[in-house]
Structures are given as structure tokens and as C-alpha cells.
């Protein structure tokens, strides 16, 4: 609970009264004692706790992942949003067509031609649960190396930031890493100005091992985390199976 709650929540709560006291009903008074009084005002209390988080803590979001084929993935490079839809079988955003995303939409693409194999591993498009909603694209950037090591990559467009979808992607992905036998570990590389996708890998089990770049181009940080040290708490974001 967010400690100005915890705060306002103790305030009410001392307020009980050791004396007894009177309570006025429709048609007559009636003494309690002290000790009703007391139960009385820690249930409301607790009541009006439980209503606060109801009202106040976010519902984690949830995902479910739709697969690009080698298809959509050319419509998208091609800057064709609607093929690329209508090959994924969902209403993709515009967001998939700009100019970056068609850069790594094409990369993708050709990584698929060269390697069908890779398949199950690269960029699908991320899709709110229950709504249906295009979200986010992720994957991993291929399958794991001779080492163990798979790669995280997300996006949340725009319209979509702010609301708990990055973590719930997140999860998704780690969930099924972790799930993998020969996934032994998990990277992410983040420049190290994206405050967003280093506050969204933080709690997962993240440590930094790394630095690439340099202050001209942009410096990246590396971080690892083992597969069987991955942190995916029963309060993260629900998720749906594999991506
Ligand atoms: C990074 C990105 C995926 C975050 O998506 P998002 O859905 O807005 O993230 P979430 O709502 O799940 O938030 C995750 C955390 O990041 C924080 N965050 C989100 N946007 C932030 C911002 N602009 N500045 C600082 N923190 C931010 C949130 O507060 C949250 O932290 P908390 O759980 O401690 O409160 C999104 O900004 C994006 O797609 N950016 C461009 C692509 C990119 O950078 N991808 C990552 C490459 S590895």
C-alpha cells in the first residue's frame, strides 16, 4: 500500500475512543461499550482500506501473443499495414509501419528466410487480454546461442505506455525463457538513457554486466539474469502461454 494511504489509514484508526459512548438510531439511543465501539471502527476501517486499494491499485495488465509470419513480416517492411493485419489476423497499429519498426520488421523478415527455425523465438505482436487490443510487439532476437543466451526486445506503442504493459510483456517473455531448457540466460541491452526499459526490467532479477558503446553513438548497458534466477512474482502481470 502506497504509505500516504498507510498514513491517512492510521489517522482513522486512533481516532477509537477508550470511554463508552452513545449511538443514536432511529427511535431510541443505545449504549455500547467501548470494545464495540472499537471493533466497530477497525472493521470500518478495514472496509474503507479494502475500497481504497480496490479503487487505487492497478490491475495488472495481461497479454497474449499473435505470430508474424514471414509474410506479414515483408507487408510490414513494405510499409503495408493492412496486409501485414491481415496476414497477422489482427489489427495491427500504425506504429508497426514507422520508420524503425519497418527497418526491424524487414530485418526479422530476412532472419526467417534464412532460418525458418527461428520462428518460434522472434517478434510477435503483443495483444491485450481481455480487450484484443494491438499493444506492443515482442520476442526474443533469436533462438539461444551455444551459450545458453536469448535476447529481449519489446515496444509498447505509444497510444498504449504508461499503463503496465512493458512489465506484462516482460513477464510473458521470461515466463516462457524460463520455461525453456536450453535458455540458460536472458539479456537485455538498454541504451542508457531509456528510462522507460530500464525502470520496466527492474524487479525481474536483472543485473548489469556490461557497457557497449561510447558517448558519441550512445552507450548501451548490458544486463543478464540466469533462467532459473528469473523473479516472476505471483503479483506480476497474469500472462498468456509461450510467445
Ligand atoms: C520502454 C517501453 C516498452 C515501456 O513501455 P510501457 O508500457 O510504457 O511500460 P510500463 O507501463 O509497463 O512501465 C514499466 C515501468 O517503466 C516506467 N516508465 C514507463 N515509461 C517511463 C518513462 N517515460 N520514464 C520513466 N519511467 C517510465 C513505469 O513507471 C514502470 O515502472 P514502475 O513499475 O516502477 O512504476 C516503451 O516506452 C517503449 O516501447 N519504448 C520504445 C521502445 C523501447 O525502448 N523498447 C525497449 C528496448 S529494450
Request: proline share 7%.
Amino acid at each position: 500500500m502506497p504509505a500516504e494511504l498507510a498514513q491517512g489509514s492510521l489517522g482513522i484508526c486512533s481516532a477509537a475512543s477508550a470511554r463508552p459512548c452513545h449511538v443514536t438510531g432511529p427511535t431510541e439511543t443505545i449504549a455500547v461499550s467501548a470494545e464495540a465501539v472499537k471493533r466497530w471502527t477497525a472493521l470500518r476501517c478495514w472496509a474503507s482500506i479494502s475500497a481504497m486499494n480496490d479503487e487505487l491499485l492497478p490491475i495488472p495488465k495481461r497479454v497474449r501473443f499473435v505470430e508474424l509470419s514471414a509474410k506479414a513480416l515483408r507487408a510490414l517492411a513494405d510499409g503495408d499495414l493492412d496486409g501485414g493485419s491481415a496476414e497477422a489476423g489482427v489489427a495491427l497499429d500504425e506504429h508497426f509501419v514507422c520508420d524503425r519498426a519497418r527497418w526491424i520488421f524487414g530485418y526479422r523478415a530476412n532472419q526467417l528466410a534464412e532460418d525458418p527455425s527461428v520462428a518460434p523465438w522472434i517478434t510477435r505482436a503483443a495483444v491485450s487480454e481481455p480487450e484484443g487490443v494491438v499493444v506492443g510487439d515482442a520476442g526474443f532476437h533469436g533462438p539461444p546461442d551455444e551459450a545458453g543466451m536469448v535476447e529481449v526486445g519489446f515496444t509498447v506503442v505509444p497510444a498504449h505506455r504508461r499503463q503496465g504493459y512493458a512489465r506484462a510483456v516482460l513477464t510473458a517473455l521470461l515466463t516462457r525463457a524460463a520455461a525453456e531448457p536450453d535458455v540458460r540466460t536472458v539479456r537485455a541491452r538498454i541504451r542508457s538513457d531509456n528510462n522507460a526499459s530500464l525502470a520496466t526490467i527492474s524487479g525481474f532479477g536483472f543485473t548489469r554486466v556490461g557497457k557497449q558503446g561510447n558517448e558519441r553513438d550512445g552507450i548501451a548497458l548490458v544486463f543478464e539474469v540466469p533462467a532459473d534466477a528469473i523473479q516472476v512474482s505471483s503479483t506480476s502481470p497474469a500472462t498468456s502461454p509461450s510467445p
